[in-house]
């Protein structure tokens, strides 16, 4: 017997996801949103139409939702379901996800509007971030239904204040909350000063604050897919979900080949994407070249297809949505020196120099001479920011000279 996840976006019912009986998925708009003037589709890779897209032209979308890798299989586990079953997954724990979609079996209805949280005590909280690698998302706790992609652990939580309070029953979150990583030394403070390094430079980029619980080091990472909606009766500010995507999803390509080397975006496709997509493309693409020169120069070599969303604003605009995941991932000799994507056809951090950037310049479409002077522009930039950009650990100091000599390097290597 075949099973239907009803989809909305935002309050509207806009479509059925369906499982037959052989397993497979399948999804389909409802007539009453392909005919509304004011539709949107759920995905540039799902464009409005009346047709059935079948599980090769929807997973990229629905499957990408879901986190990924071990955390995948552990909520699988825990709920007693198959990993591989993105349906069921979505089914149990797809309330509250990334951008305004939601998913409620059919003939559900959405939660009631008035919002519901739990305050935690910092010994709650503690608590929580020690069992999200036993239970990723806080999959199967009592009224709790969200997914997050990534294999990072991780939960969505509401911060008011000072006070972090867990969402109830499908309620948006305002903050992704990622604990410390024991294999990655200082890891939370690592990305916190690319974060901050990057905001500071100019490149839009979520809020970032860091905390502890207990001894435990976390993040608070700002959700840019909420923002708060003034309150007309003086109660409590009301959030509002704005839709999103990340790159593999609006390009049609599961998050198993986010990176390019297993058949993810190339950055020649994000150019592209974003070209074709934003309603101001001349800022974007800029900023999406400034995303790229930065991770090259602080030696974040994990940035793949899923580090990259559009934003969809509720004032119809479209655009590159803010930075998110920085991390020098060379602060760590374990990890692959492989670049997510390639730079002008080189995989390799160490071998990129005038010409692998203007070969990019090329396929991004843009003037290589202008490409290639903000290398040095951006490097400079990053060595002016990095003393007022305080590191907040050790490894977080290593980190900050580990970059200093790398845009040292390159500014050498581009103002010859």
Known sequence: MSRTLDVFLHSQRVGALTQNTQGDISFEYDDAWVLDPAAKPLSQSLPLAKKRFNRKECRPFFGGVLPEESKREIIARNLGISARNDFSLLEEIGGECAGAVTFLPRGTSLPDPEDSYRQLSEAELASILRLLPKRPLMAGEAGIRLSLAGAQDKTAVRLEGKTICLPLNGSPSTHILKPE?????????????????????????????TGVADGIHYILVERYDRALVPSANGRQDRLRREHQEDFCQALGIVSERKYQSEGG???????????????VPLVDLQSLLDA????????????????????????????????????????????????????GGEWEPEKVGPRQVEKLAAEAGLSAPIVRKRVGELAAAVIAALPVVTPESPLAAAVANQIRARCQRAIERFTK
């Open 181 to 209: 990583i024991e294999r990655f030394e200082g890891l939370v403070f690592n990305e916190k000063l690319c974060m901050d390094l990057a905001a500071a430079v100019g490149i839009p980029t979520a809020g970032v604050m």
């Open 292 to 343: 790229v020169l930065f991770n090259f120069l602080v030696g974040n070599n994990d940035a793949h297809g899923k580090n990259f969303s559009l934003i969809y604003r509720t004032d119809g605009q479209t655009r590159l949505a803010p930075l998110y995941d920085l991390v020098s991932t060379a602060a760590y000799p374990e990890l692959s020196t492989r670049m997510a994507m390639k730079i």
């Open 265 to 279: 975006p190339s950055l020649k496709q994000c150019f592209e994407l974003l070209r074709n997509t934003s309603s």
